[in-house]
Each structure stands twice: as structure tokens, then as C-alpha cells.
């Protein structure tokens, strides 16, 4: 067996002799630098676990709270082509949510548990759900700018080191990037359209531009977590790469919509080949991750209340299921083939 | 607009089925369970694709949609009440999804204006008739509280059941038959889910027919006004 494919062999649950650990983890690092996915059952470092269930959490929790802000104008969509890519946006991110938790979940923790953690704080979902949407428009400058920040950000996760979410970023990226056109036609339309219209689209842009800078994190010389997850290969870029890479894709495109960026700064530099943009509000950005945005009480209050709410739904299909096992045939119990595979029988 | 049979009929479905959508579409973000997230926005799809084919046979899709006021809308009520708990939805979509799968298979059969529609159609309404019959079960034969809660919803609404087959005008089906395999399927779904069969009355004078008629619940118009109030402000805009 080819040494980097050697951690293949590994079993999972800590039940590793320690002195045995420097030779699972040796393994494991020639496993990641030659490119290799690490899956479910390959041992990992407990940091390396740790690391992907909160980002694979809180990007799930990030589609469940992300529908909030969309979801806001279905029943006010403008023509009824429109509330049906509304509805279908909105359903596909709640697809995208099962995605992400079932990626976590083969990281031994459960969508109940992280749930928890996010209705109690504990957990966090990307900053940008805080902001209001106060107009139509804004639901397009979510599909161009929010969207468009999230492909950039989730693109290169395609090729992350731990295939189950790699997985799903394949098909989260194909999915969004057919959500972030469809933004981008519909402020199209807005800004082609009525004055009205096209004041209505510059709005939204200017209020929403700044927080999808924000989406890509904080600058690379303050971000905790960064350095790490790149030598995991979990990150393939940093922060402010990517945030440029953003940059650089939008300003031609605000151009093609007949629409400006609020950033007086914002001026293309011959020498970086590079847009250079004015600074970011790094005190707002923290306010918001803290909690104190214009919207997190709302979003955090309405996903407890619809869980409360929804808690005598799923006690009566729990207590069905338990009434009906046999008479419907759904097993519960696992096959021994699902037992041998946890390694437990 | 001049309202013949024919168009008059496509009202009539195609208000039904935008009527409903709108009320499934509030539940996004509010479901009990991120699975049912999911279904409730597919049905409300599903829905809203046949509200566009059919008020697309009848004038431009929009205009109809949204610069019409209640009076003109010709939806059942049944479809208008305000979603309530889960099981008020789940009640009303198993009385229309029932009603809805047999009628498009009458019309799906013929040769008429609606048969390319009905079957299509069809194949849609039959998925969600499963999903409220399943959900039936599981809330009517959960916890003792899901099945209060099941009981309620389905006496609730039971008083707009009967509107369903007020002939329509353009529609030519065995109205009375359905009227019978209706009531035969429901009755088996409440029993299976150790639910009764509501006994009050299902074509009261006021809801016979009446939203055929344009004659609505209070709650509609509020529906309409946040519905149509952004088409509203901005005449002639495309969007």
C-alpha cells in the first residue's frame, strides 16, 4: 500500500494506543500534502475534526438562516416568474442545509446537537444574514453580491481535504452559481427599467456591497483560524485573496448593470493588476459577529420559534414511527453490515 | 376582460392553485423540520407552475395575478385560510390535493382545453396528496397532542369542502362522482390516521360555491394586499 494511502487503515474513535498517535498522524499529514481526501473513517487529528465541525456547522447554519432574508419577499415578489425563482432559491438553500448537516454529521456530532448550539448561541452563521432586506432589489443584490461572495468563498472547498464536505460544496457551487445569475438578471431588469427601478437597485447595492466584503472574514493578519486550516488544506486561499479575487470579478460586472460601487477608493491598480478599494468597517463587522447587527435577535428569535413551534410535529412523527416500525417494515435497528462498518461489532 | 366558460374555468383552477401556493410559500423559514422546508416550498412550486399555465390561457399571467381584486379572484376559500398551526395546513392539503388529484384525473382522460395541463398536472397532485395523507397519519396517530391538533384542523376547515364541487362552468366532469370518491378517500385517511370523519356541515349558504362567485373570507384580502402591493406601486414596470 502507497504510504499516503495508509491512513486508510486507521480506525476512528481515539482508540488509537498513544504511543501509536505520532504514526497515525505522520500518515494522516502525507495523506493531506499528497492531495488525498480524508473520509469518515480515517483518523484525523481531534483538532482537525474540531476545526471542520464548526465550519461545516456554521455554513449549514448559515443556508437554514440565510432563507430568513429571501424568504422575506415571496409573498411580495413582483411578477410571478419571479416568486417562482424566489421559492425555488429559497427551497434549494434548505437542500443545501441536509447537504452540509449529513457532511457534519459523518463527523460523529448531530444536526440536533448543533441546532442547539445555534439557537443558543453557541454556533455562529455568516454575518451577512443580519442585514435587512428592506426592498425587491435587495433580493437581487443577495443573489449577485451575497451569492457571488459565497461561490468565491466555496469554490476552492471543492478541493478540501475532507471529502464529505467537498462533496457537497460540487453541489452547493452548482446550485449557487445558477442563483448568482439569477440575481444578476434581476437587477438587470431593475436597473434597465423604470427610474424608480433603477433607484432601487443602486440602493440595495450600495447597502448591501460593504457586508459581502465582510463575508470573506477578517483581514489574513487577524484571522485565527486561517494559517491552520491551510496547512489542512481545508482553506486553499486566504481571507484577502479571495476578497480581491471578489473585487476584481464585480467592479466589470456593476459596470455591465449600469450600476456603481459605494466606494470612492475603488480604482484598478496597473502595478497589482489588482482593484484597490477603500477600507473595510472592521468595528461593524465585529458589532454584528457579536450579535449587535440590525437584524441577529430577529433572524436567531424566528429559527427558536419555529423550532419550538414545529417540537409537537416532530414528537408525533417520532411517536408514530415508534407505533407503526413493524407494520410499515422501516428498520431501525442497524444491519449488521452498518454495525461492522462503525467499527463497533 | 370578457370572462367565457373557458376562460372562467381557468380562473377558477388556476386561482386555486396561486391562491394555495401564496399560503405554502408564508411557510418558508417557518417550518417545523428543515425536510419539510423542503416539501412545503416543492408543493407550493408545483402549484404556482400550473397557476402560470392556466392564468396564462385566460390573459397575461400578472395582470390576472395581480391587478385583479378580490371580488374577481374565483378560488375556493378552502384555499385562502390563513395556514394556522401545521395541521391546519396539512388538513387543508389533504382536502385539496384529494379533490385536485381526482378532478385532473377526470380532465387528464378527456380531450378538452385542460387535459394537457391535467396531466401533468397530475403526476404533481398525486405527490402531494401522499404528503398529506402521510403527515395525516402521523399527526392523527402521533402524540395525544398532534391528534387534538389534527381533529381541530380537520373540523375546522370541513366547512369549505363542500364548495369543491359546485360545478364550474367549462369543466365538464362527473361532478357528483368526485363528490363521492372524494369523500371515500378522506374518510379513509381520517380513519387509517384514528380520526373522525367531521360531522358538521359541508355546504353551509355562505360557502357553497361562494368563491367561485368572488364572494371571499376577511383574511383574503389582506393576502392580496401584501401580494400585489409592490406590482402595485410601480404600473407598466417590468420586473
Same mark, same amino acid.
Given at each position: 500500500?502507497?504510504?499516503?494511502?495508509?491512513?486508510?487503515?486507521?480506525?476512528?474513535?481515539?482508540?488509537?494506543?498513544?504511543?501509536?498517535?505520532?504514526?497515525?498522524?505522520?500518515?494522516?499529514?502525507?495523506?493531506?500534502?499528497?492531495?488525498?481526501?480524508?473520509?469518515?473513517?480515517?483518523?484525523?487529528?481531534?483538532?482537525?475534526?474540531?476545526?471542520?465541525?464548526?465550519?461545516?456547522?456554521?455554513?449549514?447554519?448559515?443556508?437554514?438562516?440565510?432563507?430568513?432574508?429571501?424568504?422575506?419577499?415571496?409573498?411580495?415578489?413582483?411578477?410571478?416568474?419571479?416568486?417562482?425563482?424566489?421559492?425555488?432559491?429559497?427551497?434549494?438553500?434548505?437542500?443545501?442545509?441536509?447537504?452540509?448537516?449529513?457532511?457534519?454529521?459523518?463527523?460523529?456530532?448531530?444536526?440536533?446537537?448543533?441546532?442547539?448550539?445555534?439557537?443558543?448561541?453557541?454556533?455562529?452563521?455568516?454575518?451577512?444574514?443580519?442585514?435587512?432586506?428592506?426592498?425587491?432589489?435587495?433580493?437581487?443584490?443577495?443573489?449577485?453580491?451575497?451569492?457571488?461572495?459565497?461561490?468565491?468563498?466555496?469554490?476552492?472547498?471543492?478541493?478540501?481535504?475532507?471529502?464529505?464536505?467537498?462533496?457537497?460544496?460540487?453541489?452547493?457551487?452548482?446550485?449557487?452559481?445558477?442563483?448568482?445569475?439569477?440575481?444578476?438578471?434581476?437587477?438587470?431588469?431593475?436597473?434597465?427599467?423604470?427610474?424608480?427601478?433603477?433607484?432601487?437597485?443602486?440602493?440595495?447595492?450600495?447597502?448591501?456591497?460593504?457586508?459581502?466584503?465582510?463575508?470573506?472574514?477578517?483581514?489574513?493578519?487577524?484571522?485565527?483560524?486561517?494559517?491552520?486550516?491551510?496547512?489542512?488544506?481545508?482553506?486553499?486561499?486566504?481571507?484577502?485573496?479571495?476578497?480581491?479575487?471578489?473585487?476584481?470579478?464585480?467592479?466589470?460586472?456593476?459596470?455591465?448593470?449600469?450600476?456603481?460601487?459605494?466606494?470612492?477608493?475603488?480604482?484598478?491598480?496597473?502595478?497589482?493588476?489588482?482593484?484597490?478599494?477603500?477600507?473595510?468597517?472592521?468595528?461593524?463587522?465585529?458589532?454584528?459577529?457579536?450579535?449587535?447587527?440590525?437584524?441577529?435577535?430577529?433572524?436567531?428569535?424566528?429559527?427558536?420559534?419555529?423550532?419550538?413551534?414545529?417540537?409537537?410535529?416532530?414528537?408525533?412523527?417520532?411517536?408514530?414511527?415508534?407505533?407503526?416500525?413493524?407494520?410499515?417494515?422501516?428498520?431501525?435497528?442497524?444491519?449488521?453490515?452498518?454495525?461492522?462498518?462503525?467499527?463497533?461489532? | 376582460?370578457?370572462?367565457?366558460?373557458?376562460?372562467?374555468?381557468?380562473?377558477?383552477?388556476?386561482?386555486?392553485?396561486?391562491? *394555495?401556493?401564496?399560503?405554502? @410559500?408564508?411557510? #418558508? !423559514?417557518? %417550518?417545523?423540520?428543515?425536510?419539510? +422546508? =423542503? /416539501?412545503?416550498?416543492?408543493?407550493?412550486?408545483?402549484?404556482?407552475?400550473?397557476?402560470?399555465?392556466?392564468?396564462?390561457?385566460?390573459?397575461?399571467?400578472?395582470?390576472?395575478?395581480?391587478?385583479?381584486?378580490?371580488?374577481?379572484?374565483?378560488?375556493?376559500?378552502?384555499?385562502?385560510?390563513?395556514?394556522?398551526?401545521?395541521?391546519?395546513?396539512?388538513?387543508?392539503?389533504?382536502?385539496?390535493?384529494?379533490?385536485?388529484?381526482?378532478?385532473?384525473?377526470? *380532465?387528464?382522460?378527456?380531450? @378538452?382545453?385542460? #387535459? !394537457?395541463? %391535467?396531466?401533468?398536472?397530475?403526476? +404533481? =397532485? /398525486?405527490?402531494?396528496?401522499?404528503?398529506?395523507?402521510?403527515?395525516?397519519?402521523?399527526?392523527?396517530?402521533?402524540?395525544?397532542?398532534?391528534?387534538?391538533?389534527?381533529?381541530?384542523?380537520?373540523?375546522?376547515?370541513?366547512?369549505?369542502?363542500?364548495?369543491?364541487?359546485?360545478?364550474?362552468?367549462?369543466?365538464?366532469?362527473?361532478?357528483?362522482?368526485?363528490?363521492?370518491?372524494?369523500?371515500?378517500?378522506?374518510?379513509?385517511?381520517?380513519?387509517?390516521?384514528?380520526?373522525?370523519?367531521?360531522?358538521?356541515?359541508?355546504?353551509? %349558504?355562505?360557502?357553497?360555491?361562494?368563491?367561485?362567485?368572488?364572494?371571499?373570507?376577511?383574511?383574503?384580502?389582506?393576502?392580496?394586499?401584501?401580494?400585489?402591493?409592490?406590482?402595485?406601486?410601480?404600473?407598466?414596470?417590468?420586473?
Amino acid at each position: 500500500m502507497a504510504p499516503a494511502a495508509a491512513h486508510r487503515t486507521a480506525s476512528v474513535d481515539g482508540a488509537v494506543p498513544e504511543a501509536d498517535t505520532a504514526v497515525y498522524e505522520a500518515v494522516f499529514n502525507a495523506a493531506v500534502a499528497a492531495d488525498e481526501r480524508i473520509e469518515p473513517r480515517d483518523w484525523m487529528p481531534d483538532a482537525y475534526r474540531s476545526t471542520l465541525v464548526r465550519q461545516i456547522a456554521q455554513h449549514a447554519h448559515s443556508e437554514i438562516i440565510g432563507m430568513q432574508p429571501e424568504a422575506n419577499w415571496i409573498s411580495r415578489a413582483p411578477s410571478l416568474r419571479r416568486k417562482a425563482i424566489l421559492m425555488a432559491k429559497v427551497q434549494d438553500e434548505a437542500g443545501h442545509g441536509l447537504y452540509l448537516y449529513s457532511a457534519v454529521e459523518t463527523l460523529g456530532v448531530s444536526r440536533e446537537e448543533l441546532l442547539d448550539k445555534l439557537h443558543t448561541g453557541r454556533q455562529k452563521y455568516s454575518s451577512i444574514f443580519n442585514y435587512p432586506t428592506l426592498t425587491w432589489a435587495d433580493v437581487g443584490a443577495i443573489g449577485w453580491l451575497v451569492d457571488g461572495a459565497a461561490i468565491t468563498n466555496q469554490v476552492p472547498l471543492c478541493r478540501c481535504s475532507y471529502g464529505p464536505y467537498a462533496r457537497a460544496m460540487v453541489r452547493v457551487c452548482k446550485e449557487e452559481s445558477f442563483h448568482q445569475r439569477q440575481g444578476y438578471e434581476l437587477l438587470l431588469a431593475l436597473s434597465q427599467g423604470t427610474p424608480e427601478q433603477h433607484a432601487m437597485a443602486q440602493d440595495a447595492v450600495d447597502r448591501w456591497w460593504w457586508p459581502s466584503l465582510m463575508m470573506f472574514g477578517p483581514p489574513d493578519d487577524e484571522s485565527a483560524h486561517s494559517a491552520q486550516s491551510m496547512a489542512w488544506k481545508i482553506k486553499r486561499h486566504s481571507n484577502d485573496e479571495l476578497r480581491q479575487r471578489f473585487i476584481d470579478i464585480c467592479v466589470p460586472q456593476a459596470k455591465s448593470l449600469n450600476l456603481t460601487l459605494p466606494d470612492p477608493d475603488l480604482r484598478w491598480n496597473e502595478e497589482r493588476g489588482h482593484y484597490d478599494f477603500g477600507p473595510i468597517d472592521w468595528a461593524e463587522f465585529r458589532e454584528v459577529i457579536k450579535g449587535n447587527g440590525p437584524c441577529n435577535e430577529q433572524r436567531i428569535s424566528q429559527r427558536r420559534k419555529a423550532h419550538d413551534e414545529g417540537a409537537w410535529v416532530r414528537e408525533a412523527a417520532a411517536a408514530y414511527a415508534a407505533k407503526h416500525n413493524g407494520a410499515t417494515g422501516a428498520a431501525v435497528e442497524p444491519s449488521a453490515d452498518t454495525a461492522d462498518m462503525n467499527g463497533k461489532a | 376582460m370578457t370572462v367565457t366558460a373557458h376562460t372562467g374555468a381557468a380562473l377558477a383552477l388556476g386561482d386555486d392553485a396561486l391562491v *394555495l401556493s401564496h399560503r405554502l @410559500g408564508e411557510w #418558508a !423559514g417557518h %417550518a417545523p423540520v428543515l425536510e419539510e +422546508e =423542503v /416539501a412545503l416550498a416543492n408543493i407550493a412550486l408545483d402549484l404556482l407552475g400550473q397557476a402560470r399555465v392556466l392564468l396564462s390561457m385566460a390573459g397575461d399571467e400578472d395582470e390576472l395575478a395581480y391587478l385583479r381584486e378580490e371580488r374577481a379572484f374565483r378560488n375556493l376559500q378552502l384555499v385562502e385560510q390563513p395556514g394556522g398551526d401545521f395541521a391546519h395546513t396539512i388538513a387543508r392539503q389533504l382536502y385539496f390535493s384529494t379533490y385536485q388529484r381526482l378532478l385532473y384525473t377526470q *380532465l387528464a382522460a378527456q380531450e @378538452g382545453a385542460f #387535459a !394537457g395541463l %391535467a396531466a401533468k398536472a397530475v403526476k +404533481e =397532485v /398525486a405527490y402531494h396528496q401522499d404528503h398529506a395523507e402521510q403527515w395525516t397519519l402521523r399527526l392523527g396517530d402521533g402524540t395525544a397532542q398532534s391528534h387534538e391538533r389534527m381533529r381541530r384542523a380537520c373540523e375546522a376547515l370541513w366547512r369549505f369542502t363542500g364548495e369543491m364541487f359546485q360545478p364550474i362552468e367549462g369543466v365538464e366532469v362527473d361532478w357528483a362522482g368526485l363528490q363521492t370518491a372524494w369523500l371515500e378517500s378522506v374518510s379513509d385517511t381520517l380513519r387509517r390516521a384514528t380520526l373522525e370523519v367531521p360531522e358538521g356541515p359541508r355546504s353551509g %349558504a355562505w360557502a357553497a360555491g361562494a368563491g367561485r362567485q368572488g364572494l371571499h373570507t376577511e383574511p383574503f384580502g389582506r393576502m392580496l394586499a401584501e401580494m400585489q402591493h409592490l406590482h402595485r406601486s410601480h404600473p407598466g414596470a417590468s420586473w
